[in-house]
């Protein structure tokens, strides 16, 4: 995520997990008479019920568009540990509203924080009708080693010109586009209530609604309905690190605070600082606590999202994002513990993924472990050394044995307990481009540009791990990532070769054709480094399965020299086929069509194998082959 707030192998069954020590508090009695259970505005057959948490409120009404926003209508009840609730009869959905709190005597007027709509950050809480109609919806999620994430940003993925933002059903417009290129699940920058229309959208206002400009709630479950229709999983970006800065009723929602913090919602202390403010949620505080887990929970249930992807999660568990015990949040990491652990319990084929960027496996420890239970983590281990990799300007600078560290990591013995790419909404951002465009800058579409930009993208989609494009990266998008700039859609005809190119690729990850299921595997072998001529070459292969079909091998050749005959070990005997040439000229007219035949395996011991071959190899270009039945 930005540093600073933009502007205005299949699951295998969960381990039994061990329920950590959490701060209980007891739930809201349930008065009598039509008062329904759930926070925020409940909608019912005769009304709705409202409630809230105010502890250091003196009084609380609710005010809406149903009683001419009056504070002496409607007021609400104690409920006891400083719950609030009443029932308005015939308040329907569609009705405005907020909360009037009366504290030390004053009085102001804040939405509600579980808020499901709004009108804008800055306008009013919305009550929502939480029916939707799913139709036939009996979508099952693909198996984590056959995923292939598409990373989208709402406003900029699909948007009419640069003037308006895109929208939930303009991403649905483009869903088959992406289901034919092979994406089986979308992961979507966060889409929560926050100020103005333009935003990454890790600077939420209002956590529980889904940003008013994009569409609002019922759009975005009729995107969730489309994605699955075409066999897409849904993955939302949440960010618990922090709430706001702007338009956050959150922010001393009470009238309460100490030492000038943020109230009942944050910490009041050293430990509320941020690098984006003194906005960090109290873990600590059960109400807080129960806030995000019910959040976490909402999408993944009433909204059918099909994983969560937890942002900076470093700055959850210590202050400064460090591996520093001085400054650790334990109550932070139980937190989400707490809820990876229920997730587990209640929805185990749904994935949560964490953004730590620190290499620690222990975020992706099984709970029982004492580890923090995310399904996956994006890893720093393969994208910095990659992306150092293709966009050093000289040759003798691209370090092997750094690419192949980069191929082989994995935590917790778990080929997919990690996200890679070569490209994401940070990677490409914050001072930073596309890789195209660090390779050459001013000039992306050369072809040392597309050649090492293609050879990276062929090591995400076959090193071990869940592979993750951004948007836009299969055209060879320009420039930054910016939330003010559409994706150029006219550049999908105009760079068509490379939609193939990549189609193609995630053909082969996803084995569609049969032929190479070592790509979904557990098992990585790199078995042959040379840093003088920078060439690497990989066998992958699944569990017990390795042999015709299955044992795939990768050559990536990251220099500019070809090969007329470049040898190699080989896993077994018999042919070995090319699957995919990075070179082949229909990807590109400025590609090579470097004759890179297949390999007849000659018996001789050569990179710890018992077999080799020779083949030729296209400057920049990776080969995956594997062998014929």
Known sequence: MPLAPASAAGRATAAPKISPKIPSKKAPPLATGNLQPGMGAVPHAAGTTFRVWAPHAEAVAVIGSFNDWTATQHPLQREGDGYWATDVENVQPGAEYKYHLTSQGNSFDRNDPYARQMTNSAGSSVVHDPHFDWGNDNFQMPAWNELVIYELHVGTFNAPDEH??????????????????????????????????????????????????????????????????????????????????????LWKFDGWSENDGGGIYFYNDWRAETPWGDNRPDYGRPEVRQYIRDNALMWLH?????????????FIRNVHGEEHPDHDLPDGWSLMRWINEEIDQTMPWKITIAEDMRGNCKITESVESGGQGFDSQWDSSFVYPIVEALTAHHDADRNMHAVAGAISESYNDDAFRRVIYTESHDEVANGKSRVAEEIMPGAADSYFSKKRTVLGAALVLTAPGIPMLFQGQEFLALGAFNDAEPLEWADVEARAGLVHLYRDLIGLR???????????????????????????????????????????????????HAHDAYTIGLPGPGHWKVRFNSDWRGYDGDFGDFDSFGMEAQPGERDGYAWNGSIGLAPYAVLILSQEV
């Open 164 to 249: 308006r933002v895109g929208t939930f059903l303009s991403v649905a417009e483009k869903l088959p586009y992406l289901r034919d290129l092979g994406i089986n699940c979308i992961e979507l920058l966060p889409a929560t209530e926050f100020p103005g229309s333009r935003s990454w959208g890790y600077n939420p206002a209002c956590p529980f609604a889904l940003e008013s400009d994009y569409g609002g709630p019922v759009a975005f479950k009729e995107m969730v309905k489309k994605a699955h229709e075409h066999g897409i999983a849904v993955v939302l970006d949440v960010v618990y690190n922090h709430f706001g800065p702007g338009d956050l009723d």
């Open 510 to 560: 996803r084995n569609v054709g049969g032929q190479t299921r070592g790509l979904s595997g557990q098992h990585t072998h790199v078995f042959h480094i040379n840093d003088n001529a920078k060439l690497v070459a990989f066998a992958r292969w699944a569990d017990g399965n390795s042999g015709p079909q299955d044992t795939t091998i990768v050559v990536a050749n990251f220099a500019n």
């Open 302 to 314: 009433d909204y059918r999202v099909d994983g969560l992807r937890a942002d900076a999660i470093a």
